[in-house]
């Protein structure tokens, strides 16, 4: 009975303490005519524990419009992931209550590159687990203040044509 107590102790002890994986994964970003980079990402945790994983975003040198969504289901104890944080740079996603679906959204912040997330959370299995979460990020150059400029100038000439248009 004692070695017993023993192992259940240590088994304790183990659970409260445990982390699952740490991952790092290199997402390439795709993109298009209108020059906006996009990719979907994801991860699956075969432990249970706490988790800090990092996913650096290539090509992001410069300065971008960054929107980014998580999101995680799990009805069971085993592939129930919690998110505690989730950031960009140091922007903040903003994230839902803690269930058995949870998401995390960020909608258009400017931000320098290279992007780098890190993602903070929990796989609550108390043994194995099989646990995943995908993502989505989506991002665009922020315009240069020339644009603006000319964009307010056009406004101005098509204002000064209509004006001359009224009748008299």
Request: glycine share 12%; hydrophobic share 45%.
């Given at each position: ?78 592939s129930d992931i919690d998110f505690f944080s989730a ?7 903003t994230l839902s209550p803690i269930g058995g679906y ?67």
């Open positions: 009975m004692k070695l017993s107590a023993i192992a259940l102790a240590a088994a304790l002890a183990a659970s409260t303490g445990a982390y699952a994986e740490d991952l790092t994964n290199n997402v390439n970003l795709g993109g298009n005519a209108a020059d906006i980079l996009t990719a979907s990402f994801g991860v699956t945790h075969l432990e249970s524990g706490g988790f800090y994983d990092t996913f650096n975003f290539s090509p992001t040198n410069g300065d971008w419009l960054v929107d980014s969504s998580l999101i995680t289901i799990g009805f069971r104890p085993e950031e960009i740079n140091g922007h903040f996603l949870e998401y995390a959204v960020m909608m258009q912040e400017p931000i320098t590159g290279p992007l780098v997330m890190h993602v903070y959370g929990r796989v609550n299995g108390m043994f194995d687990a099989s646990a995943s979460y995908a993502g989505t990020i989506n991002i665009m150059p922020v315009p240069e203040p020339a644009t603006y400029g000319m964009l307010m100038g056009g406004l101005g000439i098509l204002a000064w044509l209509a004006r001359g248009r009224k009748p008299a």
